[in-house]
Nanobody
Framework: EVQLQASGGGLVQAGGSLRLSCATS????????IGWFRQAPGKEREGVAG???????YYGESVRGRFTISSDNAKKTVYLQMNSLKPEDTAVYYC?????????????????WGQGTLVTVSS
């Protein structure tokens, strides 16, 4: 059974940093793309970042230059390092996985989803 467990959310002041983790199980890392998405109240789910098993990455325009996605294949965990956080980064962050070799930027392209972790950035 494929499982994804997101963690690391919390309350942080603007300008601060957080690192989210997405621990995975039930599938081999090779051949899967992992993505991070977020959803703020009243807004649509937004793609934040993604990484393929070959290490190709993408970033959403609003986080490019501030967020970094990485993976530890031995631990089967994907991380999202978030720096220079802004109040507009406040959202529930989700990690998702799909069996594909190419990057996927849209939520409908992902089949497996974990529960979210709340990130709140105070001004």
């Amino acid at each position: 059974e494929v499982q994804l467990q997101a963690s690391g959310g919390g309350l942080v002041q603007a300008g601060g940093s957080l690192r989210l983790s997405c621990a995975t199980s039930g599938f081999t890392f090779d051949g899967y793309t992992i993505g991070w998405f977020r959803q703020a109240p009243g807004k649509e789910r937004e793609g934040v970042a993604g990484i393929t098993s070959d290490g190709d990455r993408y970033y959403g325009e609003s986080v490019r230059g501030r967020f970094t996605i990485s993976s530890d294949n031995a631990k089967k965990t994907v991380y999202l390092q978030m720096n220079s956080l802004k109040p507009e980064d406040t959202a529930v962050y989700y990690c998702a996985a799909d069996e594909r070799l190419t990057l996927a930027t849209m939520s409908r392209q992902y089949y497996y989803w974990g529960q979210g972790t709340l990130v709140t950035v105070s001004s």
